[in-house]
């Protein structure tokens, strides 16, 4: 049952201004192009996936490329993303461990021939690249809409899930892995979730905060990052990351990596009828 209650946002501007003044562009003309989101990075850094939009929703394909020694590579296509015009593929997040990537395809499902949302797809790192792509079931995939999927150490994805009854337009649940099976995905509820659009949610690997994007109208600007932290089962508050990671266009996609303690995210504006999104990272401590 969905609460209709105002949300109580307490604002993280003073704790993260500790951090550089202003969130910084990242390989500005090699990864961040003006067409991209959904930025991810392999626990060593050396490593990354997102994803390329050509500036709308009608190309959407994942991209590739490794670190060498402080340099990014050209990037590519990802092995497992492409088919052009065919499907689309998005939202790629690396397991806390590296060895999975999660990502979201609206590419032919198997005994689904009427499916043509968004589904939860892995990729397992192989000997040389990685694997083929593999859809993680029905039980956690549905006939609406899925992504952006985020997952724990212990193997709980939490995800981005379109409503039925279309109040707040979308929410986040969790499918808990119980001896090797994805569990019905569950709504993480109040306080998290409200009557706003609640979406993107990376998920820590101890599951112990979360960190997400709400179109909450107290925010600064189209949708805002938020953060939540998880004691004795229970969400708190929800707090506004403040300035100057929020700001007056709409920030979403976050990942947080930490070894290098920084949160990466992306910003989304729109201008002539074009979208123009980049990816950011910021000096951030979420504790």
Not at 119 to 128: E, G
Not at 132 to 159: Q, R
Request: hydrophobic share 35%; net charge negative; glycine share 8%.
């Amino acid at each position: 049952m969905r609460l209709i209650l105002p949300t109580l946002l307490i604002t993280l501007a003073s704790v993260s201004s500790f951090a550089q003044p202003e969130p910084q562009l990242v390989a500005p003309g090699l990864i961040s192009t003006g067409d991209v989101f959904g930025f991810t990075l392999s626990p060593n850094g050396d490593e990354a996936f997102w994803v390329k939009s050509n500036g709308g929703r009608d190309t959407l394909i994942i991209m590739h490329a490794y670190n060498v020694k402080g340099t990014w590579q050209t990037p590519t296509p990802a092995s497992f993303s492409g088919n052009v015009g065919v499907w689309k593929d998005i939202d790629p997040v690396f397991s806390p461990d590296g060895n999975t990537v999660l990502f979201q395809s609206n590419r032919p499902v198997a005994n689904k021939p009427d499916r043509t949302g968004f589904d939860i797809w892995a990729v397992k790192r192989a000997k040389k690249g990685w694997s083929e792509p593999y859809h993680l079931g029905n039980v956690i995939n549905s006939d609406d809409s899925e992504s952006f999927a985020s997952i724990t150490k212990a193997g709980n994805i939490y995800f981005m899930k379109d409503n039925p009854d279309k109040v707040g337009s979308s929410d986040i649940y969790v499918s808990r892995l119980m001896k090797g099976v994805y569990q019905e995905p569950v709504n993480v509820g109040f306080p998290v979730n409200t009557t706003f659009r609640e979406s993107n949610p990376f998920i820590s690997p101890d599951e112990d905060y979360i960190i997400y994007f709400s179109s909450d109208s107290t925010g600064y600007g189209d949708v805002d990052l938020f953060i939540s932290y998880r004691t004795e089962n229970q969400w708190s508050t929800p707090e506004n990351l403040g300035k100057p990671i929020n700001s007056a266009i709409g920030e979403f996609c976050p990942f947080y990596h930490t070894r290098q303690k920084k949160l990466y995210f992306c910003r989304i504006e729109r201008k002539n009828g074009r979208i123009v999104e980049n990816v950011y990272s910021y000096d951030f401590q979420p504790k």
